[in-house]
T-cell receptor
Framework: GAGVSQSPSNKVTEKGKDVELRCDPISGHTALYWYRQSLGQGLEFLIY????????KSGLPSDRFSAERTGGSVSTLTIQRTQQEDSAVYLC????????????FGPGTRLTVT | KQEVTQIPAALSVPEGENLVLNCSFTDSAIYNLQWFRQDPGKGLTSLLL?????REQTSGRLNASLDKSSGRSTLYIAASQPGDSATYLCARRGGSEKLVFGKGTKLTVNP
């Protein structure tokens, strides 16, 4: 079946612009996760959703970052007033449920802020 | 602070060799541990998931073990092939839903 998909695959934006990154989880997966992978920091957790609720937003680096999930499916990560340090690969994952379930990752969105 | 360490950072072996990748974590409170591979410019592919109640999991030529008491997991790859070349990441799920990742081991299998 179809895996996790993300769009766009690549995004180049100017400093100060807003960007939206999209994640389509595997059908039927109730949990959705956002991570960021950068050269200096490795893979870092940003936020997760159970259904449309986000119980843990602790990884969001600043209030410029926000995310939402609608219909228990698609999620959008929004970065406002982008900065060069936001350049990274943003990865989305989904799982059937919480805690004991395997997380499946999408191909990521490579964001470059110039 | 939750930390996950992977040693070595890079490994180069000849084709056919059996090898072990190591992962250690500082907090023994663990729900599960997941091993991934990442090919250059790609996302993560899940290889094995070990629950805290399990000691090991096997898939084909891969075997992963978990020792909670010592805070260690190993990924054993048998009869390595050039197609196994990738970065291997381990990730621990502890007291929250997030995965905490190590920085990975970059494996090169030479023909």
């Amino acid at each position: 079946g179809a895996g996790v998909s993300q769009s766009p695959s690549n995004k180049v934006t100017e400093k100060g612009k807003d960007v939206e990154l999209r994640c389509d989880p595997i059908s039927g997966h109730t949990a959705l996760y956002w991570y960021r992978q950068s050269l200096g920091q490795g893979l870092e957790f940003l936020i997760y959703f159970q259904g449309n609720s986000a119980p843990d937003k602790s990884g969001l680096p600043s209030d410029r970052f926000s995310a939402e999930r609608t219909g228990g499916s698609v999620s959008t990560l929004t970065i406002q007033r982008t900065q060069q340090e936001d350049s990274a690969v943003y990865l989305c994952a989904s799982s059937l449920g919480l805690t004991s379930y395997e997380q499946y990752f999408g191909p990521g969105t490579r964001l470059t802020v110039t | 602070k939750q930390e996950v360490t992977q040693i070595p950072a890079a490994l180069s072996v000849p084709e056919g060799e059996n090898l072990v990748l190591n992962c250690s974590f500082t907090d023994s409170a663990i729900y599960n541990l997941q091993w991934f591979r990442q090919d250059p410019g790609k996302g993560l592919t899940s290889l094995l998931l070990i629950q805290s109640s399990q000691r090991e999991q096997t898939s084909g030529r891969l075997n992963a073990s978990l020792d909670k008491s010592s805070g260690r997991s190993t990924l054993y790859i048998a009869a390595s092939q050039p197609g196994d070349s990738a970065t291997y990441l381990c990730a621990r799920r502890g007291g929250s839903e997030k995965l905490v990742f190590g920085k990975g081991t970059k494996l090169t299998v030479n023909p």
